[in-house]
T-cell receptor
Framework: EDQVTQSPEALRLQEGESSSLNCSYTVSGLRGLFWYRQDPGKGPEFLFT???AGEEKEKERLKATLTKKESFLHITAPKPEDSATYLC????????????FGRGTSLIVHP | NAGVTQTPKFQVLKTGQSMTLQCAQD?????MSWYRQDPGMGLRLIHYSVGAGITDQGEVPNGYNVSRSTTEDFPLRLLSAAPSQTSVYFC???????????FGPGTRLTVT
């Protein structure tokens, strides 16, 4: 069974304090790993797609990386507006279309 | 572009009642999905569609029906609401199996 585990469940940072969120996966035939941001009361918003080990993507203060077992979302010098829940999801090469989501990391950045 | 829209935003039902959650997208995406999000459980796929006239079950399909008569619309029907269906429901669309999804704003459903 495909599994996606995100850690930590919650993270509190001071503004400017860099850190990383982890998404580890146990799947066969990974075809893509996705990072989303979800603000309270809203739907998830797409951030990045990673397709192969070694790939990196950047957007403002966020950088996503991928290895054969896990992905990291690095947040450099975060600001309070980066506070949100960050979700990762994987899709495999199986016949059906059932993306597997992790439970998310709730990030709070204090000013 | 409006993206993915969902109605209603909030709904309260009594046990046994039926209703339809509406979802529409204007991006001409072939793939559309319905998820439910519960505290501590993450997003779970209910049903999905890979094109007009084609639907399939996800992880938690029991108690829900879907149909896809057009590319734009993908309604979710609750046949006989149960308290276990209290949740936040999200519709999403994608241009293909291995591409990112775009989510609607969600419907918060309470079944009493």
């Amino acid at each position: 069974e495909d599994q996606v585990t995100q850690s930590p469940e919650a993270l509190r940072l001071q503004e400017g304090e860099s850190s990383s969120l982890n998404c580890s996966y146990t799947v066969s035939g990974l075809r893509g790993l996705f990072w989303y941001r979800q603000d309270p009361g809203k739907g998830p918003e797409f951030l990045f797609t990673l397709y192969s080990a070694g790939e990196e993507k950047e957007k403002e203060r966020l950088k996503a990386t991928l290895t054969k077992k896990e992905s990291f979302l690095h947040i450099t010098a975060p600001k309070p507006e980066d506070s949100a829940t960050y979700l990762c999801a994987v899709i495999t090469s199986g016949g059906s279309y059932i993306p597997t989501f992790g439970r998310g990391t709730s990030l709070i950045v204090h000013p | 572009n409006a993206g993915v829209t969902q109605t209603p935003k909030f709904q309260v039902l009594k046990t046994g009642q039926s209703m339809t959650l509406q979802c529409a997208q204007d991006m001409n995406h072939e793939y559309m999905s319905w998820y439910r999000q519960d505290p501590g459980m993450g997003l779970r796929l209910i049903h999905y569609s890979v094109g007009a006239g084609i639907t399939d079950q996800g992880e938690v399909p029991n108690g829900y029906n879907v149909s896809r008569s057009t590319t734009e619309d993908f309604p979710l029907r609750l046949l006989s609401a149960a308290p276990s269906q209290t949740s936040v429901y999200f519709c999403a669309s994608s241009r293909g199996k291995y591409y990112e999804q775009y989510f609607g704003p969600g419907t918060r459903l309470t079944v009493t």
